[in-house]
């Protein structure tokens, strides 16, 4: 039987099982501070291994550091001791939805995420504060006196973490805003799928910084940096020129083949641009003659041969027939071009050429290129009007039915909307970890209810109080969170109302909170022996079974939005997610016919709490049952 840790996995830890893997013998063993035995690495074994490549400590190398960029890489790695909890009475349609909302610090949650979602992420879309100075930014490690506290210009979030506003003249401006960045985007590339792709919105303040932060993150597989035309008036208040634009930085996992971004053509641009029809659908033609002069007779030879053209039909053909007139790719001034196909493809294409005479008499040959499953690649000026930040501003205003500004800058949801349509159909995960104002969840069911894909998003924002001064606070919302889900469920309805798409448009949400599990179980040496007597049951008394079920699944590594369901067995609760996939009680006394009606389930996992064997024979006979009646079944207890 084995116990769950109940901790998200420690990444410095599987590192260290990466290298274990390739160089076994540089593993080595040290104490840590309670003296308990640990594996670490012997970095003078490993450096001679790769005595070659290694960059000495103190050398040069292209880098871009700032003071806490090792603190950065430890904060990433550390694992929390903290879990999600299910908020199900603020959730929509719990039981059918498979798209989550989780409220609490996204260094936290993507820490939560790691076993369910590694390499399961699509498509990341961020849209964090772009420290301009005015920014609030989510400090780490709350460390700071009450006094210090009332001293400065903080601000508490509504579980007591500290929010900073990062002025300028904050010495380490953008230190700061580069260690909450860096270790959120290190932690957030190992969500994502090989061939996934993360989109992040920017302006001009950090642009430079973050471009190469994100070259060290995914590994030099930048895709492009999209200017945005947002604003076209521009800023008045700006000193020198009046900005109008801000970036999308697009970088990949791995790299990408070509063209994987490009996207169908829309009917508006098929009908100007494929004006012909016939049997096989629209279609334009296309001069067969390479246009470009620097390519001819003299080095493509294989491209320069003659077609005959029946001057009655305008068929083309490779032979030369009666009546038939041969035409080469001769310019007008004699030049000797070429073609773009060779010989082999006009033979195998024929049916698709055709010809033309033009005005002096002389003929043309033209391919026929049809618009079924035309596709183009996007520009890398995104100047269509649909993307302005006024249009995110009234699309939101209009679900609200309020020019009251409940939230500040909204994006267009146009605009997420053609970024997901580059990289994501079926059902896959878009994950946004500074959702704001829920953006992607709208863009993400109106996509699906378009083309009836059944894309997922997980979306993550912080429960950021709203001002009291602010239209947002007088209309009753006290968070961004409460914002985010209530645009959500009106977005939901909208779609529904104006598409009849029969569109997923509910959400699970998460509250990040500190662990299910009672602190002693942590760290025992802290409690001196009289109270640990009072610790009977080593889960806090205010969690329910679906809190430890949650906490299990993450653990576990599965998907948040399985199947959930509790039924009742002899008197107990057993929990079921996703049929028999995993199975769990976490009652005291859990009698021997419950563990046996369990056990004939089949369940691919299951799990009880410690506490819920009444002695070692109890938990022995457990093992025993399991073994006889169902040997698969990985049993854990927590
Ligand atoms: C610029 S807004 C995003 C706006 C969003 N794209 C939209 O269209 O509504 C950034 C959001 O990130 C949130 N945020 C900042 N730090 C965070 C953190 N550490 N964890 C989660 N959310 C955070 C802020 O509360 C803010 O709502």
Redo the contacts with the bound molecule.
Sequence with gaps: MRKLTMKSPDLTQSNIDRIAEWFPHVITETRDADGNLKRAIDFELLRQELSGDLVEGDGERFQLTWPGKKRAILLANAPTDKTLRPVREESADWENTRHLYIEG???DVLKLLQESYLNKVKCIYI???YNTGKDF??RDDFRMSKREYLESSDQLDVEGNRLFLNTESNGRFHSDWLTMMYSRLKIARNLLRDDGVIFISIDDHELEHLRMICNEIFSGNFVAQITLLCNPKGRSQDKYFATNHEYILVYSKSELPKGYFSVSKDEEQIEAEYPEIDEHGRYRLLELRNTHREFGRHNRKNLFYPFYVDPETADVSLEPGEGRVKVEPIWDDGFEGCWTWDRNKARRELHLLTAKRSANGSWKIYRKSYAEGAVKMLKTIFDDRRFYTEK?QAAFSSLFGTKAKL?QA??SVELIKTLLRTVTKDDDIVLD????????AQAVMELNAEDGHRRRYIL???P?PTREDSDAYRAGFRT?AEIGKERIRRAARKIREETGAGIDGGFRVFRLDSSNIKDVYYTPGEFVQTELSGFVSNIKEDRTGEDLLIQVMLELGLDLSLPMESRRIDGKTVHYVAGNSLMACFEDNVPESVIRKIAQERPLRVVFRDGSFADDAARINVEELFRILSPGTDIRVL
């Design positions: 610090d996204n260094l849209d964090p504060p930014i989510y995110g939230f909204p994006k970890f500074f959702s704001g104002s829920a953006t992607t993550v924002q912080l950021e961004i």
